[in-house]
C-alpha cells in the first residue's frame, strides 16, 4: 500500500475539562477505506486510540493539561501510515468551588475560591464583575482577589474562570451576587427629643440609597431594640425618661442583609415634669418649695428654679426635691417653674409652674 496523505484541517471541535473531540479532512480517493490512529501524549504518558470517522472523541484526560494530538490516516491494511499531524490543545480547567466573600466592603470585595485541579499551580483567574451599567474583568494568579472601585449598596455578580496555561482556555464560571456594603449614614441627629419618644434624622449620600433600609439599634444599660425604617428619618417611642440611650444607625441594602458601618449618637430623653408642686413655707423674703418626680431614673436628677419677678430673672440648682429661695422682697408676687434636668445635667424636662406672694 501506498502511505495515505497526512490529514488536513486538524483541530479541536469542542473542548471540555476531561475530553476533547478533534475532526479533520483527508482527501485520498483510497479515503473512504482508511482508518486512523491518534497519538494523545503529555508529560506523563503516550495513548493511543483508532477511529474509523475523520472525528474522535478522546476522554480520560487530566483537567487544565496541556496535550499533543497526532492523527495518523491508515490504509487498508492497517498497517501503513501517512505522515502523522499534531495539535496542542489544553483541556479545560475544572469549575473552581467554593467561591465566597473573604470581605465585603463599601467600595472593595475580596473573594476567594479552591481549586483541585492537579494542573492548578499553572492556572490563573479571570474574575468578571457585572452590574446594571458595566462589565469588568480582572485577572489573578492566586486563588483570591480584591475588587476595587465598586459603588456603594450595590449588586454585583462576579464570575470566576479558571484559566490554563496558555492563557486562553477556560473552565466554566462559578458564579455569586453580592451586594456591597452601604456608605455609613452621616450627620445623624436629634430633631425631637421628648419624654418618652426621640425623633432621629440623619443622611445618606450614595448613588444607590434609594433602595436603602435603615436598621435603628436602640441600647441602653438593660436593653437592645432594633427599629427598621424605610425612611432617613425614625421616631422611637416607648423609652424611659431621663434615661440615655445610644441610637445607632445602619443604612441597609436592597438585600435586606448587607448593612453598612453603623453611625451612633447618645441622647437623654427628658425628664417628666416635676408633679404636685407647692410652697411647704412662705417667709417675708424665702419661700421653700417641694415637689414629687415619679420617674424611674430620678435619683439621677438635679433640678433648676426659675424665679420671675417684674425685674428680674434668676435661676438656682437643687439636687433635692426640695429647695429654699431666699433674698427675695416681702410681699411680692414671683412666678417659680421647676425642671427636671437629667444626668448630662442639659436635656431638661417640661417646667411646672406657680406663683406665689411673699
Wanted: charged share 20%; proline share 3%.
Amino acid at each position: 500500500f501506498t502511505e495515505p496523505s497526512p490529514v488536513v484541517g486538524l483541530e479541536a471541535e469542542y473542548i471540555g475539562v476531561t475530553s476533547v473531540i478533534l475532526k479533520w479532512v483527508v482527501n485520498d480517493s483510497a479515503s473512504g477505506s482508511y482508518t486512523y490512529r491518534i497519538e494523545v501524549v503529555n508529560d506523563t504518558f503516550v495513548k493511543n486510540l483508532t477511529s474509523n470517522d475523520t472525528r474522535a472523541n478522546v476522554t480520560e484526560l487530566i483537567p487544565g493539561t496541556l496535550y499533543n494530538f497526532t492523527v495518523f490516516a491508515v490504509a487498508a491494511d492497517n498497517e501503513t501510515e501517512g505522515e502523522g499531524v499534531s495539535i496542542f490543545q489544553h483541556t479545560k480547567p475544572s469549575p473552581v468551588v467554593g467561591l465566597e466573600a473573604e470581605y465585603i466592603g463599601v467600595t472593595s470585595v475580596i473573594l476567594k475560591w479552591v481549586v483541585n485541579d492537579s494542573a492548578s499551580g499553572s492556572y490563573t483567574y479571570r474574575i468578571e464583575v457585572v452590574n446594571d451599567t458595566f462589565v469588568k474583568n480582572l485577572t489573578s494568579s492566586d486563588t483570591r482577589a480584591n475588587v476595587t472601585e465598586l459603588i456603594p449598596g450595590t449588586l454585583y455578580n462576579f464570575t470566576v474562570f479558571a484559566v490554563a496555561a496558555d492563557n486562553e482556555t477556560e473552565g466554566e464560571g462559578e458564579a455569586i451576587e453580592l451586594y456591597t456594603k452601604p456608605s455609613p449614614v452621616v450627620g445623624l441627629e436629634a430633631e425631637y427629643i421628648g419624654v418618652t419618644s426621640v425623633i432621629l434624622k440623619w443622611v445618606v449620600n450614595d448613588s444607590a440609597s434609594g433602595s436603602y433600609t435603615y436598621r435603628i439599634e436602640v441600647v441602653n444599660g438593660t436593653f437592645v431594640k432594633n427599629l427598621r425604617s424605610n425612611d432617613t428619618r425614625a421616631e422611637i417611642t416607648e423609652l424611659i425618661p431621663g434615661t440615655l440611650y445610644n441610637f445607632t444607625v445602619f443604612a441597609v441594602a436592597a438585600d435586606n442583609e448587607t448593612e453598612g458601618e453603623g453611625e451612633a449618637i447618645d441622647l437623654y430623653t427628658k425628664p417628666s415634669p416635676v408633679v404636685g408642686l407647692e410652697a411647704e413655707y412662705i417667709g417675708v423674703t424665702s419661700v421653700i418649695l417641694k415637689w414629687v418626680v415619679n420617674d424611674s431614673a430620678s435619683d439621677s436628677y438635679t433640678y433648676r428654679i426659675e424665679f420671675v419677678n417684674d425685674t428680674f430673672v434668676k435661676n438656682l440648682t437643687s439636687s433635692d426635691t426640695r429647695a429654699e429661695i431666699t433674698e427675695l422682697i416681702p410681699g411680692t408676687l414671683y412666678n417659680f417653674t421647676v425642671f427636671a434636668v437629667a444626668a448630662d445635667n442639659e436635656t431638661e424636662g417640661e417646667g411646672e409652674a406657680i406663683d406665689l406672694y411673699t
